[in-house]
């Protein structure tokens, strides 16, 4: 359907001349028809594109499906891809990373050779901890060049690195420490959060009474203020980088393509976060492909990706999918309106962003304060957009296209997900797009929409989205947990990715996302689990029992509410009410924080004791409550 103008139903907008006549991807028909004829052979073309220290013998090993095999016996590092072989190009001297602070008042900027030295300094620094191949690293810092650092540095030496969002608090991050029994955490003192100091060492301090597998804590100042430091257990990063085991090159350790690069803790449906586990080979070439094909980045770009590195957006295309392209990154580390609305559009402006990468929630919440805030300056760099996390609505999508990208920047309406590692629907920027889809599965993939019993769905009916063919930066298991990855993904529809949606497909082909059917809730594209807020309601010695629910949010597309039903001897009261959200809020982190705690005398449930969240739901709404005939008495 590539850049001819064929007739499609709806509203349809067709890609300008200029965007076509520079893609790097001239026709999608033909290359989208080579994929789905030969997947292996496609990815293989990919794949050389990259430096392997030894040649794959295999590009898909399926005979243990679902644990599928990518590029076996291949010897690789994403790091030598990311930052290395760029060294010996004129991307030496390139501008790898530009990253300003919240408050405007610094600006660092990293060529490719510096960003080397940098990753190469940390790298040592982890490696004089004892830390080594397959062992396990947490990051938790805010956003400033050394976590892509400590990221990089990690694959580098083989470590993975697990690392948690530094918006989540001591609850959440000491789940994740103590299950992927880390022997080294990577923080900062803290972070700023719209002016606001987030004391992220002491929220270490607090997780780390309960993670006995930590050694050391490695701690690099961003805001000066004071922390306790634990002798013999803390670091300071600037301490550590004067002492001679910091310089000089670290070796780059030769993995196998199937080694785990990182895991990261995502929500699913009932239960505890899981850790979905990437590789060395499979993700970089994912990644790596996807970017360069979708968002068709090149030498000129400057590439800005909103997304924070402790979510997968932020691995996949703030860090590894940029620098494998070799491309120059802008990272930001505030939010949008901080101090005022217009500051990621002075960003632009002032940095000459050519593609942006954002959320749809993002895209409303700046919608609200008008036209005037992006007109007063020259987004003319911009050339690409693009949104993921959550649906987008056609009016802010149209808002979007018009106020920013000026009618003449497609949008790259990416669908995807913390397991596919990668774009999976996605247009390019040659396909005629429809406001409020993703368009088509990306190259060599097919999607199908099918009903309960796995049966495809008509066109144009709702039903689960689900995966056929394996693709390379596809999870590889739940670490420590691989029962649990064949049960949540592979066993719903044998031979079938469940990917946890509901989704229609158009007349044309084109896919259409409603939403998630399990228990995740998407709260300004941040994926939280209903359970994880529950347990953290639960400590709270009021709570006798809780469900947590996501009902629409103009802004956030979805709010938490809870239904709380309260231990004898307690009344309701609306500063109970707002004791339990701040609670929540410092178990789980300010992004849980419920919208609204509701108390009910006798949650919903089944006879067999599961939460009804269906009938909450309806409720809250107002909406018929369906069929009640498994409720118990
Ligand atoms: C949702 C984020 C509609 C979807 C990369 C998916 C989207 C979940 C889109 C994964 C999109 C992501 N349109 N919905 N373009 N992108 N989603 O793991 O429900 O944080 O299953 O990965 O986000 O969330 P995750």
Redesign the pocket.
């Known amino acids: 359907m590539s850049a001819r103008q064929v007739e499609l139903e709806g509203e349809v907008y067709y890609p300008p001349q200029e965007v076509i006549q520079q893609a790097v991807l001239k026709d999608w028909d033909a290359l989208a028809e080579f994929a789905q004829r030969d997947l292996e052979g496609f990815w293989a073309k990919e794949a050389e594109e990259l430096v392997w220290f030894q040649k794959w013998e295999k590009v898909l090993d399926a005979s243990q499906a679902p644990f599928y095999k990518w590029f076996v016996g291949g010897k690789v590092n994403i790091a030598y891809n990311a930052v290395d072989r760029h060294l010996l190009t004129f991307r030496k001297n390139k501008l790898a990373l530009i990253w300003e602070a919240e408050d405007g008042k610094s600006e660092r900027t990293f060529s490719y050779y510096a960003l080397n030295r940098e990753v190469n300094r940390m790298a040592n620094i982890i490696k004089s901890m004892g830390v080594g191949k397959g062992d396990r690293v947490t990051i938790y810092m805010g956003r400033i060049p050394e976590i892509v650092f400590a990221m990089l540095a990690c694959a580098k030496i083989g470590a993975i690195h697990s690392v948690v969002f530094g918006g989540f608090s001591v609850d959440a991050l000491q789940g994740r420490i103590a299950d992927s029994e880390s022997k080294l955490v990577i923080t900062c003192d803290g972070a700023y959060q719209n002016g606001k100091l987030v004391e992220l060492k002491r929220i270490v301090d607090e997780a780390l009474k309960h993670c006995p597998t930590v050694e050391n804590v490695i701690v690099v100042k961003r805001t000066g203020h004071d922390v306790p430091m634990e002798s013999m257990r803390d670091h300071w990063y600037h301490d550590m980088c004067a002492l001679p085991i910091a310089n000089g090159k670290c070796p780059t350790e030769e993995m196998d393509a199937e080694d785990p690069l990182f895991i990261l803790y ?1 929500s699913g449906s009932t239960g505890k976060p899981k850790a979905i586990l990437h590789t060395h080979g499979g993700y970089m070439v994912g990644t790596y492909a996807t970017l360069k094909y979708v968002f068709d980045i090149n030498d000129e770009d400057r590439f800005w990706c909103t997304a924070d590195p402790g ?3 932020g691995h ?1 295309y703030l860090v590894y999918g940029p620098f494998l392209n070799g491309a120059t990154v802008f990272m930001f580390e505030g939010g949008p309106a901080y101090p005022y609305p217009n500051r990621w559009w002075q960003l632009i402006e002032r940095f000459g962003i050519t593609i942006f990468y954002t959320a ?1 929630t993002a895209i409303r919440g700046l919608m609200r304060f008008g036209e005037a805030w992006p007109n007063k300056h020259d987004l003319s760099s911009l050339r690409l957009l693009g ?6 609505n056609p009016e802010a999508w149209k808002w979007f296209y018009r106020v920013i990208g000026k009618e003449r920047c497609p949008i790259m ?8 590692g990668a774009f999976m ?2 247009p390019t920027p040659v396909v005629p797009l429809k406001p409020g889809s ?1 368009t088509r599965p990306f190259f060599g993939q097919v999607a199908e929409i099918v009903d309960e019993q796995g049966n495809p769905v008509p066109d144009g009916s709702e039903g689960y989205l689900v995966l056929t063919r394996p693709w390379p930066s596809m999870l590889r298991t739940i670490y420590k947990d691989p029962e649990r990855y064949v049960s949540q993904y592979w066993s719903k529809y044998p031979g079938k990715y469940m ?3 509901s989704a229609r497909r158009d007349k044309d082909g084109y896919f259409w ?1 409603i ?2 059917v399990d228990d ?1 809730i ?1 709260v300004s ?3 939280l689990g209903t359970a994880e807020i529950e347990s953290a309601l639960i400590t709270h010695p009021a709570v006798a029992e809780s469900a947590a629910i996501g009902l629409p949010h103009e802004v956030k597309g979805q709010a938490i509410y809870c239904f709380v039903q309260l231990k004898p001897g307690f009344a309701p009261s609306e500063e109970l009410g707002e004791e339990l959200r701040q609670h929540v809020a410092r178990h789980m982190g300010p992004i849980a924080r419920p919208e609204e705690v509701r108390f009910i005398d006798k949650l919903p449930k089944t006879r067999s004791g599961k939460i009804m969240r269906r009938v909450l739901k309806a409720r809250a709404q107002g909406l018929p409550e369906g069929d009640l005939s498994t409720l118990e008495e």
């Open positions: 995502t979510w997968i957006t996949s749809p949104t993921v996390g959550e649906p987008i309406d990416t669908w995807w997900q913390t397991e596919t629907i996605t993703g990917t946890g949606d996302i939403g998630r995740v998407k594209g941040h994926r």
